[in-house]
C-alpha cells in the first residue's frame, strides 16, 4: 500500500516546532497517530537537515525498548543522549507504557534544547484531559480517521466507488491493508471487542461490561438521533426490560466520548443564543466502527451521511452544534411552539455556516423542508445544503448553496465557493 499523506496533521506539528510546549497527539486507537510522528515527522526533520542524532526516539511498546518503562532508566538515557549544541527532537510512542510519564516529561521539557512530541493510545493516554497532566506544558493536535479526501489519495476507483467503501468500511488506516469484504469487517469487529472495548473497561474500571456494550449498540443504531442519559435509561426498561440509572449511563457515554470513539453535539437555540443542555446527539468517530458494531445491518446512507459530515466539520477545526429554531404554528385550532433544526452550526474564530444533511432533494417539498429553518435563523452566516443528488454546487434564489457531498469533502475551501 502507497503511504497515505496527513498533511494537515503533519503541518499542524511543523507550526509548533520549537512553542516550548510538549506537543501531544491524542485519538481514537489506530487512526494513525504513531505513523504520523516516527515516519511523516521524523521525515520532515531529516529533510529540514536535522541529523539523526538529534533525534532521539523511543517506542515504548518495542521489547528491546521495554527496559526503558523505568522512568529513572528511561530520564537517564534520553539526557546521555543530549550532549551537544542545537536543538534535539525527542519522539516518543506509546508514552503511556513509561512509568511516571508525567513527571519524567516534564523534567525533560525543562531543558532548553529539547523539543518533545509523544502520542499514546491506551486507556489512560486517551482521556481528553490528558493536556492537564503536563500541568499548562502541554500542545494538543488531535487527530481522526483518514477523511474521504485522504481515502481518496490511495484508493483505485471511481468517486462513487470510493465512497460505498468509506461509508461501509470507514476511515482506519489499518482497513486499506485487508482486501476483502470479510478480511475488513472480521478486522474492525476484533478491533472494536479487543482494543476499544477493553481499554475503556480497564481504564475506568467497569464492573459490567454488557451494559457497556449495550449502551455501544443503542448509540450505533441511533446516530444523530436526539438523546439522553433518561431517555436511554427508559429504553432499557421498556426494550430490554432491566433497570439501568441515567447517572450510570452517563458515565458510560462520557467513556466513549473520552476515548474518542463517539463526538457530542449540543444543541444551540440559533434565534436565543444560547446552549440548550439537553437532549444532544452522537456521532462516530469512525463510521466503519459503528457498522461494525452493528454487524453491517443497519447501514442507512441518509444517518451515514450525516455523520460523515459531522466528521469532516471536525477535522477542519470546527466547533460543531445543533441549531434550533423555535417557531409559532397553528395546530388542531390553537397555538403551538414548534422546534425546527438546523444539522450543523459550525463556529471557527469569526466563521459561522449553517449547514443542512440532505440525501435527496427529489422536489420542491423537501426543498422547501431543508430550506425553512435555515431561512429563519435571523441572520446572515452563510447557508448550505450538502446532498448526494446535486450535479454541481449552486447557489438558489435566497442565496443558499446546493453542494454535492464529493464537491463538500473533496474541497477544503468547499464551504467558501
Known amino acids: 500500500m502507497e503511504t497515505i499523506r496527513r498533511d494537515g496533521y503533519l ?4 507550526s509548533k516546532k520549537h512553542n516550548g510546549l510538549i506537543k501531544v497527539v491524542t485519538g481514537v486507537r489506530r487512526c494513525g497517530k504513531s505513523f504520523l510522528l516516527s515516519s511523516l515527522f521524523k521525515a520532515h526533520l531529516k529533510s529540514d537537515g536535522v541529523d539523526d542524532s538529534h533525534i532521539v526516539e523511543l517506542a515504548f511498546d518495542s ?8 522512568p529513572e532508566l528511561c ?9 551537544g549544541e542545537g536543538m534535539y527532537y525527542l519522539l516518543l510512542d506509546e ?14 521539557s525543562r531543558m532548553p534544547n529539547v523539543d518533545i512530541y509523544v502520542t499514546g493510545s491506551n486507556a489512560k493516554f486517551l482521556s481528553k484531559d490528558v493536556i492537564t497532566e503536563f500541568r499548562g506544558r502541554g500542545d494538543e493536535v488531535h487527530m481522526y480517521p483518514l477523511s474521504f479526501a485522504e481515502f ?3 484508493y483505485r476507483g471511481s468517486k462513487q466507488d470510493g465512497w460505498n467503501e468509506y461509508i461501509t468500511y470507514g476511515g482506519l488506516p489499518l ?8 478480511q475488513k469487517a472480521d478486522f474492525l469487529k476484533a478491533l472494536f471487542e479487543e482494543t476499544y472495548i477493553a481499554d475503556i473497561v480497564g481504564r475506568n474500571k467497569i464492573r459490567n461490561k454488557g451494559e457497556l456494550e449495550d449502551i455501544i449498540n443503542i448509540l450505533s443504531s441511533s446516530v444523530g438521533s436526539l438523546t439522553n442519559p433518561n431517555k436511554l435509561s427508559n429504553t432499557f426498561k421498556s426494550v430490554k426490560k432491566k433497570t439501568i440509572t441515567a447517572p450510570t449511563i452517563k458515565k458510560y457515554i462520557n467513556c466513549l466520548c473520552d476515548s474518542f470513539l463517539i463526538d457530542c453535539a449540543m444543541r444551540y437555540d440559533v434565534r436565543g443564543k444560547k446552549y440548550i443542555d439537553t437532549p444532544f446527539k452522537f456521532y462516530f468517530t469512525d463510521i466503519g466502527l459503528r457498522n461494525a458494531r452493528l454487524n453491517f445491518r443497519q447501514m442507512e446512507e441518509t444517518h451515514i451521511l450525516e455523520n460523515v459530515i459531522f466528521n469532516e466539520l471536525k477535522v477542519r477545526g470546527y466547533n460543531v452544534d445543533v441549531g ?7 395546530e388542531n385550532g390553537g397555538s403551538v411552539r414548534k422546534q425546527l433544526e438546523i444539522d450543523f452550526v459550525c463556529n471557527k474564530g469569526s466563521k459561522r455556516y449553517y449547514i443542512q444533511s440532505a440525501f435527496s432533494l427529489p422536489d420542491s417539498a423537501k426543498m422547501e423542508q431543508e430550506l425553512r429553518p435555515l431561512m429563519l435563523s435571523g441572520d446572515f452566516f452563510k447557508k448550505i445544503v450538502v446532498t448526494k443528488d446535486s450535479p454541481t454546487p449552486w447557489y438558489n434564489e435566497s442565496g ?6 464529493f464537491d463538500f469533502l473533496l474541497n477544503p475551501d468547499s464551504l467558501d465557493i
Open 175 to 182: 482497513v486499506l491493508n485487508f482486501q476483502t469484504p470479510e
Open 75 to 83: 530520564y537517564s538515557y534520553i539526557k546521555e543522549r543530549i550532549l
Open 63 to 70: 521489547f528491546e525498548n521495554k527496559k526503558y518503562r523505568e
Open 152 to 154: 481518496m489519495t490511495v
Open 11 to 14: 503541518n499542524k506539528l511543523i
Open 400 to 405: 443558499v448553496l446546493i453542494m454535492n457531498i
Open 95 to 108: 508514552v503511556q507504557l513509561l512509568g511516571e510519564f508525567e513527571s519524567v516529561l516534564n523534567g525533560i
Open 324 to 330: 434550533v429554531i423555535t417557531v409559532n404554528g397553528k
